[in-house]
């Protein structure tokens, strides 16, 4: 397999981002994975969306659908206190560091598996310490704009939900959003013309017949 970069969006509130952390252990050999951290609110109000936790009669059925994926990946999974919370300054802190895998996987860990909301002054502090970046960063004009930068370059890309997959291809940048999209980013490293085929080749041709206000 010819080696490919994937970058790996993420918010530190997405649940399903913290299974799909999990589920890139499937990821073939020859893969690289860059972990990008962003700010989904910013995301979702330039594409005019509301996230699965916003809409009240969603919002349930959303923790239960992550936890039941979570289990059937081997993940023990426990909500915080606080959901959604406010993520901007612990993503400035990773974004700050440009931080790896290894340190975004205890950061949802530390959201996802010790259910803490690192939104408060003395749980950011934990929350820094947990993942061995200085609490500083919180606050740093450097961090700011790298996560403001990563967070508008995703949204030029095309990137509209978190968790997004996307990688280039030499049709442009291919991005796969959500866990359950994973198995249809293995299918395309495959065969990276994959959607150059039938059924998938007349998509872009589907015309919209109505449109809400």
Known sequence: MTPRTIEFHYDLISPFAHVA?????????????????VLLGAILSHWGQLGPAEISAKRLHTYRLSVFLGKKHGLAMRFPPRHPF??????RLLAGADAGLATVRRAFDFV??????PDTDDELAAFAEHVAIPLTLATDDAAKAALRANTDLAIG???????????????????????????MLLAW????ALFEHEPYRHLDDVSVGITRK
């Open 157 to 183: 890309r095309g990137v509209f939900g978190v968790p997004s997959f996307m990688s280039r291809s030499k049709a442009g940048h291919q991005v796969f959003w959500g866990v359950d999209a994973f198995d």
């Open 112 to 117: 996802f598996e010790q259910g803490r909301a």
């Open 86 to 91: 406010n993520p901007l300054k612990p993503l």
């Open 189 to 192: 490293l495959d065969d990276d």
């Open 21 to 37: 952390l999990k589920r890139l252990e499937e990821l073939p050999a020859g893969v690289t994975v860059r972990p990008v951290p």
